[in-house]
C-alpha cells in the first residue's frame, strides 16, 4: 500500500480515503475512527459497509471516488504509469460482484463477457479510465516544429552574431560588387557603345 493525501488527510488506500469521507460525511465518526485504524483495504470496506447512508451520499459518492483516484494518480507514481499505458480503446473493469462499482461479475466472466452485458455499472472502472486521459502519453504532432537541438541554437546563435558584426563593420568590397552583380545592371561601361 502507498499512502497519498485526498480531503487534507494521508490515507493508507483510495478505499480507506473513500470510506473515511463515507463515515464523516453521513456523521459516523465511530466508523471513521475504525476505519483510519484499518490495517487492509478490505477491513476498511467491511466498516464502511456498516454505515447508514444519506440521500446526499448517494448523489456525491461517484464525485467522491472520482477525486480519490485522481489525488492517488497525481501522488503515486506506478499508478500514474499503469495509466499512462492505457489506450484510448482500453476497458477498465472492476471484477467484483459490486453492481455499482464493478462489473458484477467475478474477473473470469468479466473477460469473457461483451461490457455492454456486464449486470454491474462498472463506474471504478468508468472513473479510472477517465482519469487515464489525462495520463495518457500524447503523440507527438506532425504540424508543430520541432526545437532545434542545442548544437543548431548554438550554430543559429553564431551565424546572428556574425551578421551583427558584419554589419557593424559596414559592407566589405567583395559585398558591394556582390550587390552589384545581382542587380541585374552591367556595370561595366567599356563594352558600350
Known amino acids: 500500500m502507498s499512502e497519498f493525501k485526498v ?46 447512508k444519506n440521500e446526499s451520499w448517494e448523489k456525491e459518492k461517484t464525485e467522491v471516488m472520482s477525486t480519490i483516484i485522481d489525488a492517488k494518480a497525481s501522488q503515486i507514481k506506478p499508478f500514474q504509469e ?43 472502472g468508468t472513473i479510472i479510465k477517465d482519469i487515464a486521459k489525462n495520463y495518457r502519453r500524447k ?16 550554430a543559429s546563435q553564431k551565424e546572428i552574431t556574425d551578421f551583427v558584426s558584419q554589419l557593424k563593420e559596414g559592407p566589405s568590397k567583395r559585398s558591394r560588387e556582390n550587390i552589384n552583380d545581382t542587380s541585374g545592371h552591367d556595370t561595366d561601361t567599356s563594352e558600350q557603345g
Not at 26 to 42: H, M, Y
Not at 139 to 154: M, V
Request: include cysteine; proline fraction near 6%; charged fraction near 25%.
Open 7 to 52: 480531503f487534507g488527510e494521508n490515507h493508507r488506500s483510495a478505499e480507506h480515503a473513500f470510506q473515511i469521507t463515507k463515515a464523516i460525511r453521513n456523521g459516523d465518526l465511530v466508523a471513521a475512527e475504525k476505519i483510519r485504524s484499518a490495517t487492509t483495504a478490505l477491513d476498511a470496506k467491511r466498516i464502511g459497509d456498516c454505515i447508514s
Open 139 to 154: 503523440p507527438r504532432s506532425w504540424s508543430l516544429p520541432r526545437q532545434p537541438t542545442r548544437k543548431a541554437a548554438r
Open 82 to 124: 499503469a495509466l499512462q499505458k492505457c489506450g484510448p480503446k482500453s476497458i477498465i473493469a472492476e471484477a467484483t460482484y459490486d453492481d455499482f462499482w464493478g462489473t458484477g461479475i467475478n474477473i473470469s466472466a468479466t473477460l469473457k463477457t461483451n461490457p455492454e452485458a456486464w449486470p454491474g455499472k462498472n463506474m471504478l
